[in-house]
C-alpha cells in the first residue's frame, strides 16, 4: 500500500501555501520514485501548523508543520513517509496539545475526510441522526432538541429547539428552512470551515429540521467571499440528491426536502436574520420590524426557520447520540459545545471546540499562547464588530451566554480577536462607530445618524477637544442607540465603544499622539 498523506484544500490553507506543498510532494515523489496516495482533506483549524501535511503510520497519523514547498525535499529525505523525526515534526497529530484538549462534536471530522465524499461522511458517522429522526417522528425530533439546550449560534443565542417547535406548530402547508451563512463577525470562521470541511453535516441537519418542521424547501444564504464553499457545497448537494438524501422522497420516508445556495451581495446587514429574508427575496437587505417573527411569517410570508451554519451542524450529533448527551457538556444555560474561533495578534490562531466554561484567559494566554509579536495581550474583542473589548482583568470570564452578558460583553458567533499593547482603543472605539455607519441599512434614525455623529464626536476626542464634556455626549449616543434601535447593528454598536471607555480610559483622556485627522 502506497504511504497515505493528507494536505488541506481548504480556503485558509490554500491561502498559506496548501496547493504548491502539495504540487511539490507529488513532484518530489515521482521524481524519487516513491507511490505516494496523496488526499486533500478538510483542515484540522490548527492555522498556525498550516500548511499541515499527515502522513498515515501504523500507530496513527503523524503531523508537519507549517511546511513550505522548499521543506518537501529535506522531509521526504528525513523520512516523512515513515513518520520520522525533522525539525518540523508535530508528533503525532492527534496528540498535538491545541487538538487534544478540545471536545470535537462538530468538527469531528475536520481534518480527516474528504469533503467531496458522501462515502467518506457516511464512514465517519454521517447521516445516523438523520436515520434516527426519521424513526422518533417531527415531534420527537423537536423535543431532543429542546432536551438537547442548544442555542443558536449566529450571535443571539435562541433556544434552538424552541424556535422549531414555533414553527413546526405555525399553520399552513408551505414553510421553509433558511441557513445563515452569511458568517460577517470579524475574526470568525467556523461556517466556512463548516461548509468547505463537512458540507454534508450541514446538508443532513438542515434535512433534519425540514422533517421536524415541515419545511420542504431549503436555502443557504452565503456570503460571497466564500467561494470554495459555495463549491464544496454545490457538490455536496447535488451527490445527496443522487443518493435519494435530498429531493422529492428523502430516503423513502415520504417527505421531500431540496436545498439551494444563494450568494449574498456583501453587507454585514444581510446577516441580521430579517434583512437576510428580504435579499433572498430580490429585495434591498432591510431589517424587517418584529413582530411577526419569521417563524410565523418569514420568507416569502410563510413560517420560516432561520439558523445558523454551526447550530444546523450541531444537530446531526444530537439526533445520533441523544439530546441529554449533548446537554452534559457545557455549563448554567450554555450547553454543549462551541466552536471558538482564535483570531487577530494572537500565536496559536484556529478553531478550538469545547464545551461552555472555558474562560477567556485560558484560551488567550494558555491555548493561544498570547500575542503574535509577543508583546503582552492589552484587549481582546469577542462575539464580533458588536462585542465589548475585555482587558486581562476580564480573562476570569467563563465562555457562557449568561457570563459574558453579565460584564456587558456578548460571545455572539465565538470569534476572539486579540490586540497587543500598542492597540489605540480610541480609535478602535472610533472603528465600531464608523463600521456601524457604513454598514446601517437606514431604516432607524438612532443607527443611521447615531453612528455618524458618533464618529464625529469621538473624533474631536481625539483631537483633544472637550474631552470631558465629549465623552459624556458619547455615553448619552450610546444610550440612544442602545435603546433606540430597531435591531442589534445600532443597538449593539454601544457594546464595543462603551467597553472601550469603561475599561481604556485612558486612551480618551490622555492621547498618546497628536491631534489625528478624521479618516
Ligand atoms: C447586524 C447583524 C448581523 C448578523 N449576522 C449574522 C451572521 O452573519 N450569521 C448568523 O448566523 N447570524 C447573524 N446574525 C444573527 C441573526 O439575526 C439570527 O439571530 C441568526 O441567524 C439565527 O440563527 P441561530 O439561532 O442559529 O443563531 C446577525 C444579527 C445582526 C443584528
Ligand atoms: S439598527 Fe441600524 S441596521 Fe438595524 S434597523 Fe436600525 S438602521 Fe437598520
Not at 487534544?100 to 468538527?107: A, E, G, N, S, Y
Not at 455536496?236 to 443518493?243: L, Y
Not at 430580490?282 to 445558523?308: D, E, M, S, W, Y
Not at 478602535?428 to 437606514?442: D, I
Amino acid at each position: 500500500m502506497s504511504p497515505r498523506l493528507s494536505v488541506a484544500a481548504d480556503a485558509a490553507a490554500v491561502a498559506v501555501g496548501a496547493d504548491a506543498v502539495a504540487a511539490r510532494l507529488a513532484a518530489a515523489a515521482r521524481a524519487r520514485n516513491l507511490p505516494l496516495d496523496l488526499r486533500r482533506t478538510s483542515s484540522r483549524g490548527l492555522y498556525w501548523l498550516e500548511p499541515l501535511v499527515e502522513v498515515a503510520t501504523p500507530s496513527g497519523r503523524v503531523a508537519y508543520g507549517p511546511v513550505a514547498p522548499e521543506d518537501v525535499d529535506g522531509l521526504l529525505t528525513a523520512g516523512l513517509l515513515e513518520g520520522r523525526p525533522h525539525p518540523l515534526c508535530q508528533g503525532p497529530t492527534d496528540d498535538i496539545p491545541y487538538l487534544k484538549r478540545q471536545t470535537r462534536l462538530v468538527f469531528a471530522r475536520a481534518g480527516l475526510t474528504d469533503p467531496r465524499s458522501l462515502a467518506d461522511y457516511r464512514a465517519h458517522g454521517g447521516y445516523r441522526g438523520l436515520e434516527r429522526a426519521l424513526s422518533l417522528g417531527a415531534e420527537a425530533v423537536v423535543q431532543e432538541v429542546i432536551t438537547s439546550g442548544l442555542r443558536g449560534r449566529g450571535g443571539a443565542g435562541f433556544p434552538t429547539g424552541i424556535k422549531w417547535q414555533t414553527v413546526a406548530r405555525a399553520p399552513g402547508p408551505v414553510k421553509y428552512a433558511v441557513c445563515n451563512a452569511d458568517e460577517g463577525d470579524s475574526g470568525t470562521f467556523s461556517d466556512r470551515m463548516v461548509m468547505e470541511g463537512d458540507p454534508f453535516v450541514l446538508i443532513e441537519g438542515m434535512t433534519i429540521a425540514a422533517f421536524a418542521t415541515g419545511a420542504a424547501k431549503g436555502y443557504i444564504y452565503l456570503r460571497s467571499e466564500y467561494p470554495h464553499a459555495a463549491a464544496a457545497l454545490n457538490a455536496a448537494i447535488a451527490a445527496a440528491r443522487g443518493e435519494k438524501l435530498l429531493g422529492p422522497d428523502v430516503l423513502g420516508a415520504g417527505f421531500a426536502f431540496d436545498l439551494e445556495v444563494r450568494i449574498g451581495a456583501g453587507a454585514y446587514v444581510c446577516g441580521e436574520e430579517t434583512s437576510m429574508l428580504d435579499s433572498l427575496e430580490g429585495k434591498r437587505g432591510q431589517v424587517r420590524a418584529k413582530p411577526p417573527l419569521p417563524a410565523h411569517v418569514g420568507l416569502f410570508g410563510k413560517p420560516t426557520v432561520i439558523n445558523n451554519v454551526v447550530s444546523f451542524a450541531s444537530v446531526p450529533w444530537i439526533l445520533a447520540e441523544g439530546g441529554a448527551a449533548y446537554r452534559d457538556f457545557g455549563m448554567g444555560r450554555s450547553r454543549g459545545t462551541m466552536p471558538i474561533q482564535l483570531a487577530g495578534n494572537i500565536r496559536r490562531g484556529g478553531l478550538f471546540e469545547t464545551a461552555f466554561g472555558v474562560t477567556l484567559g485560558e484560551l488567550v494566554q494558555d491555548i493561544g499562547g498570547g500575542t503574535a509579536t509577543g508583546r503582552p495581550v492589552r484587549a481582546v474583542q469577542v462575539g464580533g464588530p458588536l462585542g465589548a473589548y475585555f482587558p486581562p482583568a476580564l480573562f476570569d470570564t467563563p465562555f457562557d451566554y449568561e457570563a459574558f452578558a453579565a460584564r456587558d460583553g456578548l460571545i455572539g458567533h465565538g470569534g476572539v480577536v486579540v490586540f497587543d499593547d500598542t492597540v489605540d482603543m480610541a480609535r478602535q472605539a472610533r472603528f465600531a462607530m464608523e463600521f456601524c455607519a457604513l454598514e446601517s441599512c437606514g431604516k432607524c434614525t438612532p443607527c443611521r445618524i447615531g453612528s455618524v455623529r458618533g464618529v464625529e464626536v469621538i473624533d474631536r476626542i481625539i483631537a483633544g477637544e472637550q474631552v470631558a464634556a465629549n465623552l459624556a455626549l458619547v455615553e448619552d449616543l450610546c444610550n440612544t442607540m442602545k435603546y433606540g434601535s430597531l435591531c442589534a447593528l445600532g443597538g449593539f454598536t454601544p457594546y464595543p465603544v462603551m467597553s472601550a471607555l469603561t475599561h481604556f480610559r485612558a486612551d480618551f483622556e490622555q492621547r498618546r499622539e497628536p491631534a489625528l485627522a478624521a479618516g
